[in-house]
């Protein structure tokens, strides 16, 4: 049973007082106990508040997962300041846009990308410190202790500001606060029944809502042990799961695909998984079944979303009946399937999923227009379209809104056709996401140009300018684009 706590501060410190001897966090060779891991958190906390980081700054990072990211992101917390999580293979333009955006005054960055993270503070984000993750990492060890730092935050406080895959092309900015976290938690490891002997597995990325509550932070709601990797690589993630008897593995379909796809010298042994769990993107149920005939154990789904936190899981004893569901909702979450009329759908009828829950955002910052659309009455309309079976188990049929899925990731085509359109040669582009054979997609950019182009010179000019994720991998010329009599480009066409 988890100790009541109101703040992300508190949890740690409670965490630490009930399991300081237990190991927290595994970063390669490294092990860090909670008391440690406290220590450390209050050491770096207390230089941040030296160097001015309190409850009106907003702190971003750009770091692998690792311990590293784990004391910054609970030193930001302790100080009263907002975390900004961001993705590790943003470029030049994206971190520009969200250091900008988020006012953010300190960058807490991976030593790799020192250069480019200076080179953007100098063109836009002057405002903006740099501290990397050699030093932050020495000052947490090393660095002046200042005891066991008060934190002034309050449940209501805004802890963390996010950003959701924007549909119209601008992602909005979503602020949860603590009460929204801590309810999240509690009710997710309530659900899972997480423990402090759970092992949790770390590769889903941090930056990202899935990594960042489901992995990392569960398992410090839980006084469990996390084993981080800073990016996912096959072999690694088998050999850790069965050195380290990992008990609780959460990431997303691409990799569960993977290693069923994965040809071994030996087969790893994966007896020690007792929960395998799904989020972030739909998993097929042929992978699903080519992962249970590999490793003896099915996936569950998990829904949920920036905007809501965890919605739904599919924890059915017989799930082997049901391995398209996500399953029903967690506790003290409420979903509702509306109709075109607004009116709920019956059983077995498809509409739009909206969600009531205590870790919900009321509203997106600064988006009136997106506001109005998203939210009505209480809920918050996800675009995401399913409907409910008679036994209750909800199961997800598409997106309101096209996006593609590539390893997890969402990615909003119309960023990238925007990109596109600035490049001299390009008249017009759409692009898509096209099926891969391990259940996530390529980027397709389909394009009509004014003269002759290769496919080397569309994807050099994205280069730089945005993720490498994003980056379209198969690139087609046409001489026109199909559309419908309204003028509206018909991408079903172009996969």
Known sequence: ????????????????????????????????TYSELLARVNRLAGELQQRGIDSKTRVA?????????????????????????????????????????????????ANEYEGLCRKVISKGAKGCQLLLEDEAS?????????????????SSDPVMYQFSSGSTGVPKCIARDHRNLIFELDSLTETLGISHKDRFLGVAPFSHVNGLMRSMMASMRAGASLFTLPVFDRKKVADLIEKEKISVFIAVPFMFGMLAKTRYSQPPDFSSLRLCISASAPMPEKANEQFYERFGIYVRQLYGSTETGTISVNLQENVEDSLLSIGTPIRGVEVEVFGDDGQPAGLGEMGEFAVKSPAAIKEYRGAEDANREAFRDGYFLTGDLGRRDEKGMLYLEGRKKFFINKGGYKINPQEIEDLLAGHPKVEEVAVVGVPTAFEDEKVKAVVVTSASCQAEEIVEYCRGKIADFKIPSLVEFREDLPKSPTGKIRKKLLL
């Open 138 to 154: 020495q000052i947490s060890l090393r660095g002046r202790d200042f005891g066991t730092l008060e934190s002034a935050a309050r």
């Open 61 to 109: 990072l750009l770091l692998p997962n690792g311990l590293d990211f784990v004391l910054a992101y609970f030193a930001i917390t302790a100080t009263g300041a907002l975390v900004v999580p961001m993705n590790a293979q943003y470029q030049e333009r994206e971190l520009l846009y969200f250091l900008e955006e988020c006012e953010v005054v300190l960058l807490v960055a």
């Open 1 to 32: 049973m988890v100790k009541s706590v109101n703040t992300i501060p508190e949890m740690l410190a409670s965490v630490a007082r009930r399991f300081g001897d237990r190991t927290a966090v595994v970063d390669g060779e490294e092990r860090v």
